[in-house]
């Protein structure tokens, strides 16, 4: 199982934004959840899929906002009727990885029970996207937001008006291509490290 605990950044000085974080991984990532998202204690929430693809989606969409700490646990999992009564070497290893997390330049930390070097090298590997990531500009995002609705790059120069090559220029310097192919071998590499914790 994979789990995943978030805790928000500045809780002291910021508006509480655990709701409508629940509400938006909820609503992007609603098929992929074992459980509902959940407000595990204080400004922190949690969640358990068996979706490698949804975990690393849902670790991009809160670490994009700035103002999560996110940690990402493997191993095995006994599930409740709810993710706060859920219990296993999952839980522990998320817990362990959202108290890194929150030291780290990403904000972002990934363990597994047992421990197992492959969860070492993909950290590391989730680090690079997402300083790439941190480095993008808003057209970049624009243009990301765009692409990722499902539009073309021509759309996306219709809707911006700007020239096609403009948009592959943009594209380029965004690292988009990048981050595409990137997200797909990451969710590959923690699927190999789920299946290979998951069993207590």
Request: hydrophobic share 45%.
């Amino acid at each position: 199982m994979i789990v995943i605990t978030a805790d928000q950044r500045r809780s002291r000085s910021t508006p509480d934004a655990s709701a409508a974080a629940v509400a938006d991984v909820t609503a992007a990532w609603r098929t992929g959840l074992l459980l509902p998202v959940e407000r595990s204690a204080g400004d922190e929430i949690q969640l358990v899929t068996d979706s490698a693809e949804a975990a690393i989606g849902i670790v991009l969409q809160l670490t994009r906002t700035g103002r999560w700490s996110v940690g990402v646990g493997t191993g095995a999992a006994t599930l409740a009727a709810n993710t706060r009564e859920s219990t296993g070497p999952a839980f522990v290893a998320a817990r362990r990885a959202v108290d890194r997390a929150k030291k780290r330049a990403t904000h972002f930390a990934l363990a597994s029970e047992p421990d197992a070097q492959l969860a070492s090298h993909l950290e590391s590997l989730v680090d690079l996207l997402l300083l790439l990531r941190q480095r993008r500009t808003d057209p970049g995002w624009q243009l990301h937001d765009l692409l990722a609705d499902g539009g073309t790059q021509l759309d996306a120069a219709r809707s911006l008006g700007i020239t096609p090559q403009s948009v592959s220029e943009r594209a380029i310097t965004a690292g988009l291509r990048a981050d595409e192919t990137a997200t797909v071998a990451l969710a590959s590499m923690l699927n190999m490290l789920d299946t290979g914790t998951r069993q207590p």
